[in-house]
């Protein structure tokens, strides 16, 4: 029995932190469209407004051990979505041993080699689902 309750407990604690994880994406949405608008409106689960309460705060990211959507993906999230720290945190300044200039520059580059060498949408398509000629 306790192995199961466990697993139960479990998977009912990570679909909440999926659903608040889609729930963001709604909520924080700047679309103009009434459907858009309504869900931006909508009540979220405290979890979801503790965490947006205090990345706005303080640009921090809190995370539970083994969420599957880890700070990367919020973060890539909230910062999409236009929800940024409302305020410098000064803990950044204890952090003297990370060059973060340095860092982001080295990610710049290797975000734009990576680009460079996709393929276009268009060559995408050609190369992996084009639709068969009709005629």
């Known amino acids: 029995m306790a192995p199961r309750a466990e697993f139960n407990r479990l998977t009912a604690l990570e679909y909440e932190r999926i659903r608040d994880f889609l729930i963001l994406h709604y909520h924080a949405n700047q ?77 710049r580059e290797v975000i734009a080699e990576v680009a460079a060498a996709m393929p276009t949408q268009r060559e995408y398509i050609d190369r992996h689902c084009r639709a068969p000629a009709i005629g």
């Open 31 to 107: 679309r103009d469209e009434p459907m858009w608008r309504h869900v931006a409106r909508m009540d979220i689960p405290e979890p979801l407004a503790y965490k947006l309460a205090h990345f706005r705060g303080h640009g921090r990211l809190a995370a539970e051990p083994l969420e599957l959507f880890q700070n990367s993906n919020w973060l890539a999230v909230m910062a999409g979505q236009d929800i940024h720290p409302e305020r410098y945190d000064p803990l950044v300044d204890l952090r003297t041993q990370v060059d973060a200039p340095a860092r982001l520059a080295s990610l």
